[in-house]
């Protein structure tokens, strides 16, 4: 049982030098930035959307 964890892991790390491509640094930044702005726009259409929401109930609420 510990062969195969000790086998795993050491595959794992083999995989990881190996195998895998790494971002340049330019490309996670770009990346990041994208992120970045993409939240402040939905954070901003979805701050819009709850008062626009809070508005008309209190406007319907209001009313009765």
Known sequence: M???IQLFILDCI???RHKVTWPSYKSLQDSSVLVLVS???FSLI???IDLSF???F???Y???
């Open 14 to 16: 083999s995989e990881i």
């Open 54 to 56: 809070r508005k008309i």
């Open 58 to 60: 209190g406007w319907v």
């Open 2 to 4: 510990v062969d195969k």
């Open 46 to 48: 979805i701050g819009v």
């Open 39 to 41: 939240l402040v726009i």
């Open 62 to 64: 209001g009313m009765f």
